[in-house]
């Protein structure tokens, strides 16, 4: 109805393991799948930025969507659901499995999910303050990892030395040994006065590593930190807090709040602002899954998902 899309919010986005699909997660629980393929044709019309397939995965908004070898995982109010890539492409939208982590009496939001390779595992972060660890092989969630006294908003992985990350509205990103559940490091990223702004508050929204560096943001400024010395080495001159951040070559990219995608160089300076058609973005997306079909796409508070076919380009959007 038009009613929805004037209120629509995209809160997560995954490209399919080819590379060729990409899954949009709203507000109103709904999985939208566009196809990249006829979306970057030469012969698009608008109806080719239009969704394939939309269904109904969550009552609640799907707040994270991730894709493995060949699943499609969703997350939303305390449950995850699995997918499978070739039924969804098919047009089959009946989850493979639905599990929830042991939640003592709410039912929390999940926030974010990200893939350890490690052990094959899924690191879940939520809305009760605990970082959970479910092994896919044998379906069962393995670990629960305790500290945060607020909510979890983001999780990462550093694969080579075993550790989990995860950033909360307490201001704390915590850096666990994923071997053994134990919290070996906690960063309180708002008492460094050089990230501080109070006015923004203290909450880790957006986390990202890349081998020994660490990237985050939310109430303080986003920064750059190098995790051998743990301290942080470039801080970012952004309005607003920032949603999501992902390192690109030697770039850093970044959404947050505000109609614009901002890339950074590494050592703190700004060097664009992309105008972007939502007021304020929740979501980015590399594809790194197909040459052919390399785009980026970015959605927030509207129905529109803007894909661009190079880092400075908004080529078009997909809608809902």
């Not at 639905?98 to 999910?113: A, C, F, Q, W």
Request: a negative charge; glycine letters at 8%; aromatic letters at 8%.
């Amino acid at each position: 109805t038009v009613t929805s899309l004037l209120h629509m919010s995209v809160f997560s986005q995954s490209f399919s393991p080819c590379g060729r699909f990409l899954a949009a997660g709203n507000n109103y629980g709904e999985i939208a799948l566009f196809s990249l393929s006829a979306a970057l044709s030469p012969d698009a019309t608008a109806q080719s930025q239009k969704p394939v397939l939309t269904f109904t995965a969550h009552e609640g908004p799907v707040f994270s969507l991730l894709s493995t070898d060949c699943h499609l995982l969703s997350a939303g109010n305390g449950e995850i659901s699995a997918w499978s890539w070739t039924e969804l492409i098919k047009k089959n939208v009946k989850p493979l499995w639905t599990k929830r982590p042991n939640y003592n009496l709410e039912i929390p939001e999940i926030n974010s999910m990200v893939m350890n390779p490690r052990d094959n595992s899924l690191i879940v972060g939520g809305g009760d303050n605990n970082v959970h660890v479910l092994d896919l092989e044998r379906g069962v969630f393995k670990l629960v990892l305790q500290g945060h006294s607020d909510y979890v908003h983001c999780v990462s992985v550093r694969e080579r030395e075993a550790e989990i990350l995860s950033g909360g509205e307490d201001g704390a990103v915590r850096i666990w040994d994923s071997r053994t559940g134990q919290s070996v490091h906690c960063i309180e990223v708002y008492k460094y006065e050089s990230c501080a702004r109070p006015q923004y508050g203290k909450w880790i929204s957006c986390l990202t590593t890349d081998s020994d560096w660490m990237l985050c943001g939310g109430g303080p400024s986003m920064s750059l930190w190098h995790l051998r010395s743990l301290s942080p080495t470039s801080v970012f001159p952004l309005t607003g807090c920032q949603r999501q951040a992902a390192f690109h070559q030697d770039m850093i990219l970044a959404v947050g709040e505000g109609p614009f995608l901002s890339h950074c160089l590494l050592g703190g300076e700004v060097k664009a602002q992309i105008p972007c058609t939502p007021q304020s973005l929740n979501t980015l997306q590399l594809n790194t899954n197909s040459t052919e079909h390399r785009v980026l796409t970015a959605g927030g508070s509207s129905d529109h998902i803007d894909v661009f076919t190079n880092l400075s380009y908004r080529a078009f959007s997909l809608r809902f």
